[in-house]
């Protein structure tokens, strides 16, 4: 009897353990799966809890009872009841649950009537997606991601070797200027055969496999990754995330994992200060902007009444929100931007939100959502509007008006030209005395003219300087002593010095006739 029980604990315990030894081994598949079985049991704990209120009292008065034909035949009304409870709070839940996590992701945010801080103008990130293959020259691999680095105002592309079994190939670092003719760029080659692990990658080159290999239960998301060059030896950065909560399930940052693109060494990181790009993820930091609907109760919640969305028409169509942009301060520092619409139909501009694109630590990043006064009108009424007070510079031919952003205060920055040449930008302080107040300037930001421009504004001086200018009176010139003129206007050294070229003259010719 002994032996036939230790037999079937056997039978039983070796395929568990050895499940249990493949489980843990695969630790990528189970982070995987315990990352969404972790959201989905968020969203089911809640009815099942409900359910279990009417069904387990039931239970035990039906074992109670003995469990006989008559407590049996009773089964279907509790089972019913249950039923209709569990659906009405999984209904119930799947909305207020939604709403308690935004707030959950509302603990770090400020809304402040503070103006925006200065921020420096870049080249559009569609430019720099657009000069990037151009400058890869032989690489024969396929651009997976392109990223703007605020803090060294570079913009970094990272491509993929072509196969099923292959990893990176190439990192490119360029810098597109606003102004000016500077085109410097890095390139920095992979290791093919020793590094030869991507994201999305087949078996063991796959980049997130190695991740979860070192450390469990974090995550990241693909588009949060890209490409730096050390030298020539490229690293790519991944920013990480994990999970906390228990019924309302949100994400955190968890430093990052930089993967050398020459050695193939992985190394997973808290300490982002040396890290020469962003370390917070941009994917997160858009959670986090979404969550200022929740910025009311939940009623105001439900029905769209509070809180803003991004701007999502115009020229910053594909590209809408999270632009990440270099501070002007000494203090220097970078921040993921976003221009913000109030929900429902209204489309003006009316606050920015900015959350930084470094920051230590587990918890989540601060976000400031500046309300702005004066307002400015939506980016597709701006972009028609250029395009009526500077028709002579825009648009033709490939000639259009990019990125519409933010860059302090109340002001924002279009920029116009094409993909591989940037030649003018528009900048406007708001709407001013009820119209938009705008003024053209060269790539560089030299003044060329306004269409409106604020007084006081240091463009409205500067044209009033200009005026000035040209009002002065020019100035007399003495008139020369060689040129036949009108006396009167000849000072008396003048005179004199007439009068001696002319006793001169008269003598070499008297001179001369005598010979």
């Given at each position: 009897?002994?032996r036939a029980l230790t037999g079937r604990a056997l039978r039983i315990a070796i395929p568990v353990l050895l499940a249990a030894a493949a489980?843990?081994?695969?630790?990528?598949?189970?982070?995987?799966?315990?990352?969404?079985?972790?959201?989905?049991?968020?969203?089911?704990?809640?009815?099942?809890?409900?359910?279990?209120?009417?069904?387990?009292?039931?239970?035990?008065?039906?074992?109670?009872?003995?469990?006989?034909?008559?407590?049996?035949?009773?089964?279907?009304?509790?089972?019913?009841?249950?039923?209709?409870?569990?659906?009405?709070?999984?209904?119930?839940?799947?909305?207020?649950?939604?709403?308690?996590?935004?707030?959950?992701?509302?603990?770090?945010?400020?809304?402040?009537?503070?103006?925006?801080?200065?921020?420096?103008?870049?080249?559009?990130?569609?430019?720099?997606?657009?000069?990037?293959?151009?400058?890869?020259?032989?690489?024969?691999?396929?651009?997976?991601?392109?990223?703007?680095?605020?803090?060294?105002?570079?913009?970094?592309?990272?491509?993929?070797?072509?196969?099923?079994?292959?990893?990176?190939?190439?990192?490119?670092?360029?810098?597109?200027?606003?102004?000016?003719?500077?085109?410097?760029?890095?390139?920095?080659?992979?290791?093919?055969?020793?590094?030869?692990?991507?994201?999305?990658?087949?078996?063991?080159?796959?980049?997130?496999?190695?991740?979860?290999?070192?450390?469990?239960?974090?995550?990241?998301?693909?588009?949060?990754?890209?490409?730096?060059?050390?030298?020539?030896?490229?690293?790519?950065?991944?920013?990480?995330?994990?999970?906390?909560?228990?019924?309302?399930?949100?994400?955190?940052?968890?430093?990052?994992?930089?993967?050398?693109?020459?050695?193939?060494?992985?190394?997973?990181?808290?300490?982002?200060?040396?890290?020469?790009?962003?370390?917070?993820?941009?994917?997160?930091?858009?959670?986090?902007?979404?969550?200022?609907?929740?910025?009311?109760?939940?009623?105001?919640?439900?029905?769209?009444?509070?809180?803003?969305?991004?701007?999502?028409?115009?020229?910053?169509?594909?590209?809408?929100?999270?632009?990440?942009?270099?501070?002007?301060?000494?203090?220097?520092?970078?921040?993921?931007?976003?221009?913000?619409?109030?929900?429902?139909?209204?489309?003006?501009?009316?606050?920015?939100?900015?959350?930084?694109?470094?920051?230590?630590?587990?918890?989540?990043?601060?976000?400031?959502?500046?309300?702005?006064?004066?307002?400015?009108?939506?980016?597709?009424?701006?972009?028609?509007?250029?395009?009526?007070?500077?028709?002579?510079?825009?648009?033709?031919?490939?000639?259009?008006?990019?990125?519409?952003?933010?860059?302090?205060?109340?002001?924002?920055?279009?920029?116009?030209?094409?993909?591989?040449?940037?030649?003018?930008?528009?900048?406007?302080?708001?709407?001013?005395?009820?119209?938009?107040?705008?003024?053209?300037?060269?790539?560089?930001?030299?003044?060329?003219?306004?269409?409106?421009?604020?007084?006081?504004?240091?463009?409205?001086?500067?044209?009033?300087?200009?005026?000035?200018?040209?009002?002065?009176?020019?100035?007399?010139?003495?008139?020369?002593?060689?040129?036949?003129?009108?006396?009167?206007?000849?000072?008396?050294?003048?005179?004199?010095?007439?009068?001696?070229?002319?006793?001169?003259?008269?003598?070499?010719?008297?001179?001369k006739g005598r010979e």
């Open positions: 009897m002994g489980l843990w081994y695969a630790s990528y598949a189970t982070t995987v799966a315990a990352w969404e079985l972790r959201k989905l049991f968020s969203w089911l704990a809640a009815p099942l809890a409900a359910a279990g209120v009417v069904v387990l009292p039931w239970l035990a008065v039906r074992r109670l009872r003995g469990g006989g034909a008559a407590a049996g035949g009773g089964a279907a009304a509790p089972g019913c009841v249950a039923a209709v409870l569990g659906l009405g709070v999984a209904a119930g839940w799947l909305v207020y649950g939604a709403y308690l996590q935004d707030r959950a992701y509302m603990d770090d945010v400020r809304i402040v009537s503070e103006p925006l801080p200065e921020l420096a103008a870049r080249s559009p990130y569609l430019v720099g997606r657009a000069q990037a293959a151009p400058h890869l020259g032989d690489v024969t691999g396929e651009i997976f991601d392109v990223t703007y680095l605020p803090d060294a105002d570079r913009f970094s592309t990272l491509v993929e070797r072509r196969g099923w079994l292959s990893g990176y190939e190439v990192g490119l670092v360029q810098d597109i200027p606003l102004g000016g003719n500077g085109r410097d760029q890095t390139r920095c080659s992979f290791d093919v055969e020793t590094a030869d692990a991507r994201i999305g990658g087949w078996f063991h080159h796959n980049l997130g496999r190695k991740i979860s290999a070192q450390r469990r239960w974090v995550r990241f998301e693909a588009s949060d990754a890209y490409v730096t060059c050390s030298g020539d030896t490229p690293v790519v950065v991944v920013p990480l995330k994990r999970q906390t909560g228990f019924l309302v399930v949100t994400e955190r940052p968890a430093g990052v994992a930089l993967y050398d693109g020459r050695t193939g060494r992985l190394t997973i990181t808290a300490d982002t200060t040396a890290v020469p790009g962003p370390s917070y993820p941009l994917s997160l930091a858009s959670r986090q902007r979404e969550a200022t609907a929740a910025v009311g109760s939940f009623t105001d919640w439900f029905f769209e009444r509070s809180g803003w969305d991004a701007s999502e028409d115009g020229a910053n169509k594909g590209n809408e929100s999270e632009f990440a942009l270099r501070y002007r301060a000494a203090a220097g520092g970078s921040a993921y931007v976003t221009p913000l619409t109030p929900q429902g139909e209204a489309s003006s501009v009316v606050a920015v939100s900015t959350v930084p694109t470094r920051h230590q630590g587990g918890g989540l990043a601060p976000m400031t959502v500046h309300r702005l006064s004066p307002t400015w009108s939506s980016p597709e009424a701006l972009v028609e509007l250029i395009k009526a007070e500077y028709r002579d510079v825009c648009c033709y031919n490939e000639d259009r008006v990019f990125e519409v952003v933010p860059t302090g205060g109340s002001t924002w920055t279009a920029t116009l030209g094409s993909e591989q040449n940037i030649r003018y930008r528009v900048e406007g302080r708001g709407q001013v005395a009820g119209r938009e107040a705008t003024c053209l300037k060269t790539a560089d930001g030299a003044l060329v003219r306004c269409a409106y421009a604020v007084p006081g504004s240091p463009e409205e001086q500067e044209l009033a300087r200009r005026e000035r200018e040209k009002q002065k009176p020019k100035e007399e010139t003495p008139p020369n002593p060689g040129e036949v003129g009108d006396l009167a206007g000849y000072t008396p050294e003048q005179l004199a010095e007439l009068q001696r070229r002319l006793s001169e003259e008269v003598v070499r010719r008297l001179g």
